[in-house]
């Protein structure tokens, strides 16, 4: 009974549950939707902003933000496209490596501005989010790579599956997990979390700012790189739009799942499940005969709602030092 107390309590278990009755309830409107297939759907649905929604997580944790996400999956996809286009015996694994490493070149780009040169990180990211989808433009030329041009293995892989769920559901969870893992049992986690809560005194114990931040803007630009694959192989289609406003999501997650604007607070658990209860909503809106464009629409209500949420949570009551007497309020 504690424990449960203590789970319906904090932030992740309150999204748990209000994420299972918000599927229960759009189950008992159309019974379809409560199957295995629709969980299916969802995990690999919601994997990529699973991946991006830790990595976001990291970064807001300190304080920072990343808007070139979204454009370093175009840029990078694409990149995985044309290779697989005009090399198409190229091994699969050359392919992911390519673009692994193409995202991890430009997430340090953004590093070398924001951590070791001191810019605001949403003035990087807006300008860098430009130049990536400018890059998009120059490299294809404008055209579209579509999945007759893309090799037979590039595509299936993402699908193919493994323990019985998609590969991309299952890389989902296995970095999820693995994000969870150093945020909570590593030095580089808990200075991260000392480095958003008060970077001033971050120095006075030794923690190396500019050396944390340098690794978790290239680690979050590394998993954009692997995300840039997988979502061209995903939807097999590469275009200079891709991923058009997914930062916004990933950033939707990490707020819903109890994540703080300000830094210093959150857990990657949150974010997951924030981008979970993003992907049932995805999937219900059809369900529920709401059209898919009304997403972006419907996510940012959830975040607006879970920012007064988290706002009246954090809110510290005053502390009364005088008391107060029953005779006309009067002091003493």
């Known amino acids: 009974m504690t424990i449960a107390k203590t789970l319906l309590r904090s932030r992740e278990g309150q999204l748990v549950l209000f994420t299972v009755i918000f599927?229960?309830?759009?189950?008992?409107?159309?019974?379809?939707?409560?199957?295995?297939?629709?969980?299916?759907?969802?995990?690999?649905?919601?994997?990529?902003?699973m991946i991006m929604a830790s990595a976001q997580m990291?970064?807001?944790?300190?304080?920072?933000?990343?808007?070139?996400?979204?454009?370093?999956?175009?840029l990078t996809g694409m990149i995985a496209a044309l290779i697989g286009m005009n090399w198409p015996d190229?091994?699969?694994?050359?392919?992911?490596?390519?673009?692994?490493?193409?995202?991890?070149?430009?997430g340090m780009l953004n590093a070398v501005f924001i951590a070791l040169m001191g810019i605001p990180a949403i003035v990087v990211s807006l300008g860098a989010m430009t130049i990536y989808r400018g890059m998009v433009f120059v490299l294809s030329g404008g055209q579209w790579v579509n999945s007759?041009?893309?090799?037979?293995?590039?595509?299936?892989?993402?699908?193919?599956?493994?323990?019985?769920?998609?590969?991309?559901?299952?890389?989902?969870?296995?970095?999820?997990?693995?994000?969870?893992?150093?945020?909570?049992?590593?030095?580089?986690?808990r200075e991260l979390y000392a480095i958003g809560g008060n970077p001033s005194a971050t120095s006075y114990v030794g923690i190396n700012t500019k050396a944390r931040l340098f690794a978790v803007y290239t680690l979050a630009g590394t998993l954009g790189g692997l995300c840039g694959y997988l979502w061209v192989a995903r939807f097999a289609i590469a275009y200079t739009e891709i991923a058009l406003g997914f930062e916004l999501l990933t950033v939707a997650a990490c707020v819903i799942g109890?994540?703080?604007?300000?830094?210093?607070?959150?857990?990657?658990?949150g974010a997951v499940l924030g981008a979970l209860f993003l992907g049932v909503l995805q999937n219900a809106l059809p369900v529920m005969g709401?059209?898919?464009?009304?997403?972006?629409?419907?996510?940012?209500?959830?975040?607006?709602?879970?920012?007064?949420?988290?706002?009246?949570?954090?809110?510290?009551?005053?502390?009364?030092?005088?008391?107060?007497?029953?005779?006309?309020?009067?002091?003493?």
């Open 290 to 332: 709401i059209s898919p464009f009304w997403q972006m629409a419907v996510s940012g209500a959830a975040i607006l709602a879970a920012v007064i949420v988290n706002s009246r949570g954090q809110r510290q009551k005053g502390l009364q030092i005088l008391r107060v007497t029953h005779e006309g309020g009067a002091i003493r």
């Open 148 to 189: 007759q041009e893309m090799p037979a293995a590039f595509l299936a892989f993402p699908l193919g599956r493994s323990f019985g769920l998609t590969n991309l559901a299952v890389i989902g969870i296995i970095l999820s997990i693995a994000a969870m893992f150093v945020m909570r049992n590593t030095r580089f986690g």
């Open 90 to 106: 190229t091994p699969l694994i050359l392919i992911i490596a390519a673009a692994t490493f193409s995202g991890m070149i430009l």
């Open 23 to 49: 599927f229960l309830g759009v189950g008992m409107a159309s019974p379809s939707f409560l199957s295995f297939q629709t969980v299916d759907s969802i995990l690999t649905d919601s994997a990529i902003l």
């Open 258 to 269: 109890g994540v703080s604007i300000a830094g210093g607070s959150g857990t990657i658990l």
């Open 58 to 74: 990291m970064i807001i944790l300190t304080r920072g933000i990343d808007l070139t996400l979204a454009a370093n999956i175009a």
